[in-house]
Structure formats: structure tokens, C-alpha cells
């Protein structure tokens, strides 16, 4: 019982106590007050009449048979998966995973056994890698065995962009049928033809290596029609399949390609590839684009209407200058040939380094001042201040190498490597910037594979415009760099619906072994999910050890793809400050934004901005020590068998790969806030294929939980409205104690079962809260006075967590708002994540809690939840109908937050008549959505977790809450 | 040794007595020292309406002026920075700084001043002192460039003239049409500078891509010894085996498209990336003649774009990288002519190293220091078609006859 008095002291601080209740052997002092002293016996009684309750001791007696139920429900759950896995034609062996994708086998089986009504969560971003053979939407040019793969062959790089299929499994669900009757959901896009969902997979090889690449598009099928016609090897195989290239070696190595692959090269033009390219980066992605000045990145989304005209300038072997005025509309105005490959070139004739990257990380160790004459060594170490430049500037590149007598020997590798970067990366930004002067434009956006998302060069590039432009003109970056053209070549298959894409359709994930760009690692050519494992057993270290999380080819053991082997590092990782990561981007056309955010091109969800490293430091802190605790819960929940233990190893070594890339360059997956990372932990667990960590927990939880629902309800019941509304939003904030992501919660448990807590919570609750707009939100609820204001029609409630928070906490505010009459949507993930509640779980816990209560029953079978329930038996008259509904929909995610730019179609068409949202919980009231602004009443009620928040945000204290209303206007 | 001279007779002193050295500038600059010095053939007296004291007047106005005008040769030499020893024992040698400071005759003041330009100015302000017990009176360096720029274009006739496909074209420009124009001084570094008027300019831009990086980067990869050496390895050179064309981009084809034929250079030493050569087995004067076209270009483009960002037609190409040599001229000219479509032109100073040097001796004047005024440049000998250029070469033996001059006439007050 350690850590009670610290409870008891938190109490003692303040002045007017609750009363409160003997619970668990631990006693306070009381002073009672007659609504205290109603609720608590209220809650008494039903805390002594019931059986469920756990003591911890009982926890630890139950543990063995709730093993054998999540072994039964694990194994139902793998027979479905080589179901699914024998119907792709694999022969996916034993209990694990038959994958044949590569590299990026998040394996999501999304098809739970349950005895609910499925929940199609395939609209979300998280898929299984299984690729489509369900046609329901096909290329419309399918036939043409066009296939789904795009190329843009440089003079030293090979830039690889293919597709792959989403698993769309639409709907047999009912839940989700009648939510889209009654909300008239859209099928989430309304064009001519649809945008298929699938992944866009970016992969680079080199040039002179070209026979990997080949072998890696033929070992993937690429080059027919994608992977479909793996699926159907009925179909012959086409000898006239066409693929889209683009670079100078679609036209040099057609003939290759028509030999060893049968396969034509459909030449695309390089501009118009590369402005198609960077157009969609620009318009479809996120923070695609950043600037970089003496190291600090910073990510911007550039409002669309205000992208044109810019300077695109894509530095490859040569360099080209590209004016872009809009689609399709460009002029290449300039260009030079002091391009990557003089770097290159130059290099190695200097250095003997064997590859680019090894060249540019010699620049990094580099001390260019030996080799350039700055102005301080013409000057005598003065400035020439009075045409502003200073002694460190180098008047000439290699200037020093002509006074001294020293040889090319006697000059280190690393300083040639450094001068020469400087001297071509300075050139670039300079002749870049006289042409954005020329034509005007404020712009200029670096692209082609010499960045590299190197520090070096992009600083050099960027100190150059900024010097020659003082200031005025901007150089920026974009993440995708190096796949401009490829994308381009892409997006000139017709009709594949690319160009359609909104920014809220993509979501980008980094799975271990995805290709990485960037930088000078590929990812190795991971065949299924134990390949994976293996190869992070092996490569990938724990915990600190590790300098490199993204993965590098073991050596000797690709066979496949132009995945270099560090030979002379042997297993050790490299670690790549500067280079950023390019994830799979998720097409996921049926999100949208959400439509009742005030001022979406404003919105930014995360309150905490991991850009400020000490913040980065504390979460990292945070993540990594909770980490043990949740592989102990994740290999539960599949049954503590070996294969879960493995599993549970292997997502520990990388999601602390991650947590280590980050720590190393937290700019490292694009712009990086909290909800990213909690996300990025979320997404890590399914990659190693655990459903659901907590189900077992969450299951006992609601089942404790619902237990003593029916007392509550009667309990406030009895009260007055006013004092009930007050009991209700108290409840919420009580009962969203319950978070095993906080680790002052997770010692919580501990110490008591959940009803002890929950009860010891809400008894420290105390008005006025940390925030306190209960008044507010009070009066336009009930009205002052005689006034009686006019209820809500619809009610969004973001839900948080399972047990305690949804049963105790959010369904009677549920059915307090039914009972005056305004419609519920209960807004829940749509995958798990933590111990929050999903909309799969929820029909569930409704009709359980329906069964003691006939508000919440009528509503819920108003809003189709109790379709085929058992709670039938209830005698359902048909007066139900006049009740207004209670319904449930997913919200598009599986994260612990909400980003609202992203949600589900099903969500936003809820939210079209909503006029009252109510986000709960920490997760997406506090770390995301604290600031954000909402076209209708909005009430934000979380408890808050974490000390470090606490102080932050509301300037409190850990267990201090939040009631924040912000009336629409 | 061939000299080279400038069309200009170097010594025309019938009595061929030695010349009565009179002044001298110096640009020390980050890799060649220049030097400007002044010698007499003859005196005589010219008067202006009336006689006057000399000193009062220089800055206001001459009307009232008497002169005394000398006859005389510009010299000019130069030396290796890093030889800079060499360039001292010329001076001294030939006594050149015993007239930088003082009126005709007075050998023995001590308090030489000498002006001089170029970083190297305020770097070896102390060597001069030390070695010779001569001050260097600091000139901005691109105040000299341009007042020497002015200088030559205003003063000596055919100074300015194109090259293109191999052919020298001279210009005489108007003066009242010369301005405004771009003045690229192509040193170790290269500085751009636009020229409104007698002193009237402002550097514009510049890089760091010049004659010290081809030097430099030459030196690494050629073990040539000395900077003509590798300009003229240059010469047989083919850059096509080093440098990335766009025809080997596109199979042999051009990109037609954007206007790229086959044989535009793609990726300077971009082919080096894919063969399995080192460096050695790359010809030398095939990498001098790469890195020669890549270095050309590259000023000539930059040059362009800031011409055409100040509307300005002429650009004017000066230091000591050109040194008259055909191809560098050809591949900036072609440079420009390609960038602006034919709309600008790069123009070529005969005496394009040492504008800096002019300019610091033509501060003597400016600055009242000293009455010497040039007033006109006589050419006395019509020696002009010589061919080629002329080159120079490290005057370590530091003798006169290395050096060219111009013939001239000043007046002095």
C-alpha cells in the first residue's frame, strides 16, 4: 500500500474535504454534505452487492483462466488469418502469418472473431499487407495490364515508386449499414471514378546496379499489372505490359527491360514528371516541404492557393530550373551542369570513396579551410566588411591548393569532401536564387537525390539564398526528395485517381524494413514477419545500444534489390543524423476533414510540440520506461506463447529503434508531435501483429464496470437535474482516471481494483477544478433562471477509455443528453489502442448497459446498436421509435489521439448535424484538441495524468481536471 | 621568353637610356601579385592659361593649370603570392619604390608610400615595410578594379573585343555609351560588379567558383606544376570522357524538348561516377579541359544573370584566370550567348589582370596624393595583330623585358 499517503496528503491539502468512504481498509476523515451522502451510498450498495469486483489478490487467482480464454480467442483470431492468408494463395505456415509483402507487413488481421457485429475497419489507415484480389473497385484500365509501378532512371540512381492494394472488405457489417442510412454517409469521395485505397512504396537503386532492381520488380511481380495477376495465375502473362519511366535510362535500358522482364517502357517526359511529381507532393502531403537553416528544420504546409508560381530545382547528376505556374504548367528556365554528379564525379576521383554516400559522410568530418581560400586568409584574417563579407567566407573553393606544395595525398578525404559539397551546393543556391529573382518568385523548392536530406548540403543551399537574396527568398526542402520524377511518371497512368488526392486521404507510416530514403540505407527485402523478427533479432539491439533503427541488409542474406550491405561495418548500424525517413504513404480515400473545425488550414492537433527537444527528452523518458510493462500486457494478450514473446521482443527493439531515430533527429518522420508518437507506438505493436494489448483488461474492466452501473444510474436519478448534470460531467472526469497509458495510473492499479479507484477518485473531487467552465456549459444546458434553452440535436462524444471512463462516465452523460432529447453518436477508434474503447467494443458495452436501462435500450435500438442483440428478450414495444437514436461511429484511427483533419467519411457525416462536441480524456482533449476551435459548442473534459502536462498546460498539478466549454460562437 | 607584348612598344626610348622610373601599384591578390609602374622617356612643359600654384587645385579644377607633361610607359608584371619574395627583389631591384611617394628627384625620403590593392595589401602591409621600409597605402580593391576597368576602356583604344568561335572581334565603345556595364573580375574568386560611372558602382554578386578553384582543383588532379601548364594541357584535351553529356543521358539523343542537344554537358565529371576509372587513368588534359569548360560555364551563367537583373548589355570579363586564353574566352562567351539567347555578350579586356593595379595607380591622383595625371595613352606601334593573346609567366627572374607596357603620356603639374 505504498503510495496511499501520498493520496491522503494531496487530500489533506485542501480545505473543504469530501466526504468519503472506508474502501480497502483505508479510512479518511469526512465531512458530509447531504448530495455526497446520497451518491456514496448509492455507490456503496452497489459496491457491496457485487460479486465481479476484483481484489487485487482476486486478480492475481483469475489471471490463469483468463489466459486459457485469450489463448481461444487467439487462436480463433490465426485461424482466420491463414484463412485469409490460404485465399492469397500462400502457404503461410503454422501459426504464423503467411505475408509475402515486403518490407512493410503491418499484418493487421482485421477480422476479429467476435460476437458483434464486424466492424469493416479497412476504411482506416492501418491495413493488412494482403494485397486486393477482391475487385470492388478496379483500375479502370485494368485490362491494359498497365501496372501499378513507375520508374525514373537517373544517370546514377534508379528511383522505384509502386502501388499496392488496400484489402477493402466492404461491408456486411450492420452496424455500419445503418449508420450510413441514417447519416448518409458518402462512399467518402464523390468523382467520376473512385480513388483506389492502397500504399505507395518508394524504393532506390543504383543505376550501375541495375540487374537488383530488376530482380526486385520481378520477384514482386511489379511489372505485371501490380501483384493482381499473382492472384489470377490463370491469366496469361502479357508480353505487352507497359510501364511508365522516366530519367535518361528509360530510354538507354528499354531494350534491357524488354529482355528480362518483357516489359515496355512507356517514356514519360522528365519535367513534366518531375513538376507532376512535386505538385503532388506539395498539394497531397502534409509537411512535405521544410526549410533548413544551420540545422533546425522547420515543416510547412503551403496553403495550395498560394503554392504557385514557384522555382522547383531538381538537383541531379546535372541540375535542372524549373518554373511552375500551376498543373502541368512549367518552363524550364535554368539549370547547370555543377550538379551531383560533379560532386559525385569530382569526389570520387579525389577521395576514392566507392559510393555517394560514403563521399558525403566524409563531408560531415570535413574541414573545408584547408583546402578553400576564404577571405580572412586573402585579408590577413580581417573581413572584407565593406562589401559584407566576412573572413570565414571562402572567396575561392580550392584556392589553397594551389600556394602550398602539399599533393593530393596530403589533403584529408573528409576536408576534399566538405569543399567540394560547399563549392556546388553554394553554386546550386545561388544560380537557383538568380532565377527566382529573374521571374519574381519567393519560392525555391530543392529536390533530386544529391540533398539527401543531408545537413550539410541543404544548409550551404540554404545560407546561399538567403545571403544572395538577404533574406528575401526562402529555400525549402521536400521529404520526398528524391521521387519527384518517379511520382510523376506515376501519376501519368490515367485515371488511377492520384491527382485527386486531398492532403487528408494520405497517411504515412514507417514500418521497420521500409525502404528508406533519404539517406543511404534501403531496407532489406523482408519477406514476411518472421523474417522481420529475425532480422531484428539480430541487427537491432535494445534499448540504448542502438545507434540506427532502420534497418540494413544482413549481409550475405538479400537476395534480392539494390540494398547495400555495410561491408565494411560488418553488423554494426550507421547512424544517419541528417537524412530523413520516407514511410509508405496510406491512400485512404475515404477520410475527410473534419467538418466542424473552425478554421481547418489553422488547426494543428498536437498541443505539444516535440520540435523542443527537452519535450522530445521527457516523452521519450515516458515511452521507453512504460514500454516493459506494456510487452508484458501485449504478450498476454496473445497467450504468452513463444511466438507472442517474440513477437513482444521484437517490437520492443523496434519501437525503441524508433524512439532512438527520433531522439537522434526528431525531424526524422516529417513533423513530429505527440499524437505522431503515441501513434508510432501504436502502429508498432500491430506491425508485430498484436491486435490488442489490453483486451483482456479492457474486458474485465467493463464487466467490473457494468456491474455497478445500474446503482449509479439510479443514483443519479434521483437527484435533481442541476445536481445531476454536476454528478455526471464529475463522473466523467472521475472515471477517466483509468489510463494505462499514464504511468501514475498504471501504479494506481496496483494498489486497488478499479472500482476502489474510481470511487477513491471521484471522491477528490473538488470545485473548482484546474479549469472550470462547468457554469458555462451549466447554463446553456439547463438555462438561468425561467429560461429554458433549446436542447442540443446532436451530441459527438469522443470517448476515451474502457471500464470505469465509457461505462461510469460517458454513457450516463450519454443518456442524460438522450433524455433531453438530443441525439448521441459515440465517437470511438477504430483500432485499438491502449485500453482505449473501440467502435467494434462499444454495441457491446451498450447493450449491456441497456439491459438495466430502458433510456439507453430504446435509443440505442433507435440508433440500429441492438439489431440482432440478446437484450431482445426486453420486452421492445414499438413506442421505442420516437426515441431519439444513440448511435456509434468510428473515428478513423488507431491511436491514443485524434488528429481531426483526418476522420472517418462515417464520422464526418455524423458531424454534419451535430451542434455539440464533447471530447473526453487526455489523449484527445489535452494532447491534441486542447486549443482547438469548433463551429459548435465544444466541451473538452479530461483528468489530467501527468505532472509535466499538468504544469504546462493549466499551470496545475497530476489529477487536477479540465472542464473546458467553448460555446460555438 | 615570349613576351607578348600588347601592340605597344614596350621601350621606345631612341637613346635607350634607362627609363627614369617614376610610380608604381601594386594588386597583391590571394594567389598573383600585380604590378603597375610608370617610366619617363621624355619631358616637357605645357602650359594652361595661366601659372598657378600646383597644389591647390587638382580638386577643383585644372583650367587654371600649369602641367608638365611626361612622356612615358606603363609597365607591368607579375608575380606568384606565394613567391612574394620574388616580387620583392624586383622592386628593389629596379628601384621601383623610391618614386611611389615623392616629387621627381628625391631618392632619399624614407617615407615611401606605395598604394596597393588586394587582400594581400593588408596581409604583407609589414613584409613591404620590413624588406623594403616602404608603407602599402591600403586602395579598396574594388574601387581600384573598376577605376582601372574605367580606366583602360575610356583611355586605350581597342581595349575591349569579343571571342567567338575563335575569333577576336575588338570593340571601341563609346564612351558616352559605356555605362552602365557588369565588370566580372575573375581572380582566385570571382567578383561582379555593376559600373554606373567613375567610381560610381556596386558589387553585385560574385562566386567562389574561380580561378583559384581550377587551379587548385587542377593542381589535385593533374600534379600540373604551374597554372599555364594546365591551361595548356587544356588544349588537347576532350572533356567528353569525364564530363556527363546529355546524349549520354539520353542514349545518344538530344533533349530536345527544353533545347538540350546531345552534346550539352549534362553533369560536369559525371561520367567519373560510373566507370570503375580512377584517377589515373583519366588523361590529364581531359580533366584540365573538363574542369576548364565547367568553371568557364558556370561564371559565364552567373554573370549573365546578374546582368540581366540589372539590364545590363555589356559584361565585361577581367583577371587573371582569362589570360587570354581561347578556350576559357570561347566557353564564357558561349555561356552568355546561351543563357541570354544571344542577348548579351561577354566582352574581354586586353589587360584584363591588372585592373586592380591600374586602378591603385590611378588613385594616386584621385587622392591628391600625388599630381600625376594621365591624360592620354599613345600607341606607338601597330603591332596589334598579334595573335593568341599573350600570356605571362611568373617573373621570378624579375626582369623588365618579361613585362609589357603601354606607351603613354601624363601630364604632370
Not at chain 1, 455507490?43 to 460479486?51: F, V, W
Not at chain 1, 528508406?516 to 523474417?531: A, D, M, S, V, W
Request: aromatic residues 8%.
Amino acid at each position: 500500500m505504498h503510495g496511499i499517503p501520498a493520496t491522503l496528503a494531496f487530500n489533506d491539502k485542501i480545505p473543504y474535504t469530501r466526504p468519503t468512504i472506508t474502501v480497502a481498509g483505508w479510512v479518511r476523515k469526512q465531512r458530509v454534505s447531504e448530495v455526497g451522502v446520497q451518491r456514496i451510498l448509492g455507490l456503496m450498495a452497489s459496491l457491496s452487492e457485487d460479486p465481479v469486483v476484483l481484489g487485487i489478490n482476486d486478480i492475481k487467482e483469475k489471471k490463469e483462466e483468463e489466459t486459457e480464454i485469450d489463448n481461444n480467442n487467439n487462436k480463433e483470431h490465426i485461424d482466420k488469418v491463414v484463412v485469409i492468408g490460404r485465399e492469397e494463395g500462400q502457404s503461410g505456415g503454422g501459426g504464423q502469418c503467411g505475408e509475402r509483402d515486403m518490407a512493410h507487413p503491418t499484418g493487421n488481421p482485421i477480422h476479429r472473431s467476435g460476437s458483434r457485429p464486424q466492424l469493416d475497419l479497412s476504411k482506416a489507415a492501418i491495413q493488412g499487407n494482403f494485397e486486393e484480389r477482391n475487385p470492388t473497385i478496379l483500375l479502370p484500365n485494368q485490362s491494359d495490364d498497365i501496372s501499378h509501378l513507375a520508374l525514373d532512371i537517373g544517370g546514377s540512381l534508379i528511383k522505384l515508386v509502386y502501388f499496392s492494394r488496400h484489402e477493402d472488405h466492404s461491408v456486411n457489417d450492420k452496424r455500419k449499414k445503418i449508420v450510413k442510412e441514417r447519416l448518409g454517409v458518402s462512399n467518402g469521395n464523390r468523382r467520376s471514378y473512385p480513388i483506389l485505397g492502397g500504399r505507395l512504396h518508394f524504393v532506390k537503386f543504383e543505376t550501375n546496379k541495375l540487374n537488383e532492381c530488376l530482380d526486385f520488380i520481378s520477384s514482386k511481380q511489379l511489372h505485371r499489372a501490380g501483384l493482381d495477376s499473382r492472384w489470377h495465375p490463370e491469366s496469361p502473362a502479357n508480353e505487352n505490359a507497359i510501364i511508365k519511366a522516366t530519367g535518361g535510362g528509360a530510354y538507354k535500358f528499354a531494350d534491357l527491360f524488354k529482355e528480362r522482364l518483357g516489359v515496355s517502357l512507356d517514356k514519360e517526359d522528365e519535367m513534366d514528371c518531375l513538376v507532376a511529381g512535386a505538385n503532388f507532393l506539395l498539394k497531397a502531403i502534409r509537411h512535405e516541404a521544410f526549410t533548413h537553416m544551420e540545422g533546425q528544420k522547420e515543416f510547412f504546409q503551403i496553403d495550395q492557393n498560394d503554392l504557385f508560381p514557384y522555382l522547383l530545382v531538381n538537383i541531379g547528376s546535372g541540375v535542372s530550373m524549373i518554373k511552375v505556374d500551376g498543373d502541368g504548367k512549367f518552363q524550364r528556365v535554368s539549370g547547370t551542369n555543377v550538379g551531383g554528379g560533379t560532386y559525385w564525379g569530382l569526389g570520387r576521383l579525389l577521395t576514392k570513396c566507392k559510393s555517394f554516400d560514403e563521399l558525403l559522410e566524409l563531408s560531415q568530418r570535413g574541414d573545408n579551410r584547408t583546402i578553400d581560400m576564404l577571405v580572412g586568409d586573402i585579408y590577413g584574417g580581417m573581413d572584407y566588411s565593406k562589401i559584407g563579407l566576412s573572413a570565414s567566407t571562402i572567396a575561392s573553393s580550392f584556392g589553397k591548393a594551389i600556394s602550398e606544395n602539399k599533393e593530393l595525398e596530403d589533403y584529408r578525404p573528409e576536408d576534399i569532401s566538405l569543399s567540394l559539397l560547399r563549392m556546388i551546393s553554394y553554386n546550386i543556391g545561388q544560380i537557383s536564387y538568380l532565377n527566382a529573382l529573374r521571374f519574381g518568385i519567393k519560392r525555391i523548392f530543392f529536390g533530386g537525390f544529391f540533398i539527401r536530406g543531408h545537413a550539410y548540403t541543404m544548409d550551404t543551399i540554404s545560407f546561399a539564398v538567403h545571403f544572395w537574396s538577404k533574406g528575401e527568398a526562402q529555400a525549402m526542402f521536400l521529404r520526398h526528395e528524391g521521387f519527384l520524377g518517379a511520382l510523376g511518371a506515376f501519376m501519368s497512368y490515367e485515371k488511377h485517381g492520384l491527382d485527386d488526392l486531398m492532403v487528408h486521404h494520405l497517411v504515412e507510416r514507417f514500418p521497420m524494413g521500409a525502404p528508406y530514403t533519404g539517406g543511404k540505407i534501403h531496407g532489406p527485402p523482408l519477406g514476411n514477419l518472421n523474417e522481420k523478427i529475425s532480422w531484428m533479432e539480430k541487427f537491432v539491439r535494445k534499448g540504448n545500444e542502438i545507434i540506427a533503427p532502420v534497418p540494413m541488409a544482413p549481409p550475405g542474406t538479400t537476395g534480392l534489390g539494390g540494398f547495400e550491405v555495410p561491408s565494411s561495418k560488418g553488423g554494426t548500424l550507421r547512424s544517419d543524423a541528417s537524412a530523413l525517413n520516407v514511410g509508405v504513404l496510406h491512400l485512404v480515400p475515404t477520410l475527410e476533414v473534419f467538418p466542424l473545425l473552425r478554421d481547418p488550414k489553422t488547426y494543428e492537433p498536437n498541443t505539444i510540440d516535440l520540435a523542443d527537444h527537452s519535450e522530445l527528452d521527457y516523452w521519450f523518458t515516458v515511452l521507453s520506461d512504460h514500454l516493459p510493462d506494456l510487452v508484458d500486457k501485449a504478450v498476454a494478450s496473445e497467450g504468452g506463447t513463444d511466438d507472442a514473446k517474440r513477437r513482444g521482443d521484437a517490437f520492443a527493439r523496434a519501437f525503441s529503434a524508433h524512439l532512438a531515430r527520433l531522439m537522434e533527429e526528431p525531424a526524422a518522420y516529417g513533423k513530429l508531435g505527440l499524437a505522431n508518437l503515441l501513434e508510432l507506438r501504436e502502429e508498432c505493436l500491430r506491425e508485430f501483429q498484436f491486435v490488442d494489448a489490453y483486451r483482456s483488461i479492457k474486458q474485465r474492466e467493463n464487466e467490473a464496470s457494468l456491474a455497478v452501473l445500474p446503482d449509479l444510474l439510479m443514483d443519479l436519478d434521483s437527484m435533481s437535474e442541476e445536481t445531476r448534470l454536476l454528478m455526471l460531467i464529475e463522473g466523467v472526469l472521475a472515471a477517466n482516471i483509468f489510463d494505462w497509458g499514464s504511468r501514475a495510473c498504471v501504479d494506481l492499479y496496483h494498489k486497488g481494483t478499479i472500482i476502489e479507484i474510481y470511487r477513491m477518485s471521484r471522491n477528490k473531487m473538488q470545485r473548482p477544478w484546474r479549469v472550470d467552465d462547468f457554469d458555462v456549459f451549466k447554463e446553456r444546458m439547463l438555462g438561468s433562471g425561467d429560461k429554458k434553452p433549446s436542447q442540443h440535436k446532436r451530441a459527438l462524444l469522443f470517448v476515451d477509455n474502457t471500464g470505469a471512463d465509457i461505462v461510469l462516465g460517458m454513457l450516463p452523460l450519454a443518456r442524460e443528453l438522450l433524455r433531453r432529447g438530443t441525439e448521441v453518436v459515440l465517437v470511438a477508434n477504430s483500432l485499438p489502442a491502449l485500453n482505449d474503447v473501440t467502435a467494434m467494443e462499444l454495441p457491446d458495452i451498450v447493450a449491456e448497459a441497456a439491459k438495466h436501462c430502458d433510456i439507453l435500450r430504446r435509443a440505442a435500438e433507435a440508433g440500429g446498436l441492438l439489431v440482432d442483440a440478446m437484450v431482445s428478450n426486453i420486452d421492445g414495444s414499438r413506442e421505442n421509435s420516437s426515441s431519439v437514436p444513440l448511435m456509434v461511429v468510428e473515428n478513423g484511427c488507431g491511436s491514443p489521439c485524434i488528429d481531426l483533419r483526418q476522420v472517418s467519411s462515417e464520422l464526418a457525416a455524423a458531424a454534419k448535424e451535430a451542434d455539440l462536441i464533447i471530447l473526453e480524456g487526455m489523449g484527445r482533449a489535452l494532447h491534441t484538441n486542447f486549443n482547438a476551435k469548433f463551429k459548435c459548442d465544444a466541451l473538452k473534459l479530461a483528468m489530467v495524468k501527468n505532472q509535466r502536462l499538468a504544469e504546462k498546460l493549466i499551470k496545475g498539478n497530476i489529477y487536477d481536471c479540465v472542464c473546458r466549454y467553448e460555446p460555438a460562437n | 621568353m615570349d613576351l607578348g607584348n600588347l601592340g605597344i612598344q614596350p621601350n621606345s626610348d631612341p637613346n635607350g637610356s634607362k627609363d627614369h622610373v617614376s610610380h608604381m601599384a601594386l594588386d597583391i591578390g590571394g594567389t598573383l601579385i600585380k604590378l603597375v609602374y610608370f617610366s619617363r622617356n621624355c619631358e616637357c612643359s605645357v602650359e594652361d592659361k595661366e601659372d598657378k600654384p600646383s597644389n591647390d587645385s587638382l580638386l577643383v579644377s585644372n583650367d587654371h593649370k600649369k602641367f608638365q607633361l611626361l612622356k612615358g610607359s606603363f609597365h607591368f608584371a607579375k608575380f606568384e603570392t606565394s613567391k612574394i619574395n620574388d616580387c620583392l627583389e624586383f622592386i628593389q631591384c629596379n628601384q621601383l619604390h623610391f618614386s611611389g611617394c615623392k616629387h621627381h628627384g628625391d631618392p632619399t625620403n624614407d617615407k615611401c608610400i606605395i598604394k596597393a590593392t588586394g587582400g594581400g595589401a593588408h596581409k604583407y602591409g609589414d613584409l613591404f615595410k620590413e624588406k623594403l621600409g616602404i608603407c602599402l597605402d591600403k586602395e579598396d580593391e574594388m574601387d581600384c578594379l573598376v577605376a582601372g576597368a574605367n580606366f583602360l576602356l575610356k583611355a586605350v583604344h581597342e581595349e575591349a573585343f569579343t571571342y567567338i568561335n575563335g575569333q577576336k572581334e575588338f570593340l571601341q565603345i563609346d564612351h558616352d555609351d559605356l555605362y552602365p556595364y557588369l565588370l566580372v573580375n575573375i581572380g582566385s574568386g570571382v567578383s561582379m560588379i555593376k559600373v554606373d560611372g567613375d567610381s560610381k558602382f556596386e558589387r553585385v554578386s560574385g562566386t567562389n567558383v574561380g580561378g583559384g578553384t581550377f587551379w587548385g582543383l587542377g593542381r589535385l588532379l593533374t600534379k600540373c606544376k604551374t597554372f599555364d601548364e594546365l591551361l595548356e594541357l587544356s588544349h588537347q584535351g576532350n572533356n567528353r570522357v569525364i564530363d556527363m553529356l546529355v546524349g549520354d543521358i539520353y542514349g545518344g539523343m538530344d533533349y530536345a524538348k527544353i533545347g538540350l542537344s546531345s552534346m550539352t554537358i549534362a553533369s560536369s565529371f559525371g561520367k567519373a561516377i560510373s566507370d570503375n576509372k580512377e584517377l589515373e587513368d583519366y588523361k590529364p588534359e581531359d580533366i584540365s579541359r573538363s574542369l576548364l569548360r565547367m568553371i568557364s560555364n558556370n561564371i559565364g551563367q552567373i554573370s549573365y544573370l546578374n546582368a540581366l537583373r540589372f539590364g545590363l548589355k555589356r559584361i565585361f570579363f577581367g583577371g587573371f584566370f582569362i589570360r587570354g586564353h581561347a578556350y576559357t574566352m570561347d566557353t564564357i562567351s558561349v555561356a552568355v550567348n546561351f543563357w541570354s539567347k544571344g542577348e548579351a555578350k561577354a566582352l574581354f579586356l586586353r589587360h584584363e589582370g591588372f585592373l586592380g593595379a591600374l586602378g591603385a595607380f590611378v588613385s594616386y591622383e584621385k587622392h591628391g596624393f600625388d599630381d600625376l595625371m594621365v591624360r592620354q595613352l599613345v600607341h606607338q606601334s601597330p603591332v596589334s595583330a598579334q595573335d593568341g593573346g599573350y600570356k605571362i609567366h611568373g617573373s621570378q627572374n624579375g626582369e623588365l623585358k618579361d613585362n609589357e607596357s603601354i606607351e603613354c603620356s601624363v601630364y604632370v603639374s
